[in-house]
């Protein structure tokens, strides 16, 4: 089962579990327009491999029915943008923590085989030392990275309490195809494909390690069919790094060339919750499996951006809006 399902990451590592052969219950969350989310875009005959299950992982009884009979669980499902957190925290307690603890519970009495709870790199704030490797400090910056820190505690809670097999994965910025547009590469592709000569950013200075959708799904998966990660904590990074100006004037010379860079102070975030840098350790999830990225920022890019280019894919996206 992938809870988060009907999303970014979750969406593409439900489409390769099914190519993969396995089969795959995709929880989704419920709303009255009974939309499945990215998975609406699927084929129908990948669709029609799939069991969906309509629900809200905030609720203990709807997440005890859809784990029953579930041999592993990917727990993608959470409230993930950062600017919302600042003032809706509330939220983010009840989805990513409450949420996971309802996983969690709903694991334990099913005895299920293995649940990898997604984490992210916002856990560690700005690098104190690089590589990121997963023995660095916690520090919670925004709202929503204080529960993610909650969320992979309670994690590690159930695996040293009650020897569930949990798996923390820690994913670094991924980007790709499907990606809202809350974030800052189809931020920079939206604005440049819709025209905008002065494209509006936040902070450019701070520097991110960039996994390819893709990658990041063939790691959840490797760390799944791998006998050596129950209990683990596992980056998924390139163990590169680029900052946002570095990028943005890359996509600008592919797209258009005399765009500017320009500051919009309502995109910056506080200060002290800025993550200055990240750049994440892969030592870890080399020596447990035998993932290696594919996809270098210039090949992930192209695909990104040839998605983008598609008039139903750029005529969903606002970009001329801050998208929180």
């Not at 996509?251 to 993550?275: F, G, H, M, Y």
Request: proline share 5%; glycine share 6%; charged share 25%.
């Amino acid at each position: 089962m992938v809870t988060g399902a009907d999303g970014f990451i979750g969406s593409h590592l439900t489409e390769q579990l099914i190519d993969n052969g396995y089969n795959v219950h995709a929880f989704c969350y419920y709303n009255s327009f009974n939309s499945w989310g990215w998975l609406d875009s699927l084929p129908k005959e990948k669709l029609s491999k799939l069991d969906i299950f309509m629900g809200d992982v905030r609720d203990p009884n709807g997440v005890r029915k859809a784990v029953e009979d579930i041999n592993v669980i990917f727990h993608l499902a959470a409230l993930i943008g950062i600017p919302f957190s600042y003032h809706s925290p509330d939220s983010y307690v009840d989805t990513n923590i409450k949420g996971t603890l309802n996983i969690l519970q709903a694991a334990k009495d099913e005895k299920c085989e293995k649940i990898l709870v997604t984490s992210t790199s916002e856990v560690y704030g700005t690098a104190q030392y690089v590589p990121i490797d997963e023995k660095h400090p916690f520090q919670g910056q925004s709202p929503y990275s204080a529960t993610k820190i909650g969320a992979d505690r309670l994690a590690e809670s159930f695996y040293r309490s009650f020897n569930l097999p949990v798996v923390i994965v820690r994913p670094f910025n991924t980007y790709g195809p499907r990606q809202s547009a809350r974030a800052v590469i189809p931020t920079i592709i939206m604005q440049l494909l819709k025209g905008i000569e002065k494209m509006k950013l936040g902070n450019v200075s701070p520097t991110r390690d960039f996994n390819y959708v893709k990658d990041t799904v063939d790691g959840f998966i490797k760390i799944a069919e791998s006998d050596n990660t129950i209990g683990e904590e596992i980056n998924i990074a390139t163990q590169t790094e680029i900052s946002i100006r570095q990028l943005a004037e890359e996509i600008i010379k592919q797209l258009n060339p005399t765009a500017e860079i320009c500051t919009d102070d309502i995109r910056v975030r506080p200060e002290k919750s800025e993550v200055n840098r990240l750049l994440g350790s892969n030592k870890k999830i080399k020596e447990l499996t035998s993932w290696e990225p594919k996809y270098d920022l210039e090949k992930g890019l192209k695909e990104t951006i040839d998605w983008f280019r598609i008039p139903e894919n750029i005529s969903k996206c606002k970009a001329d809006l801050y998208n929180v």
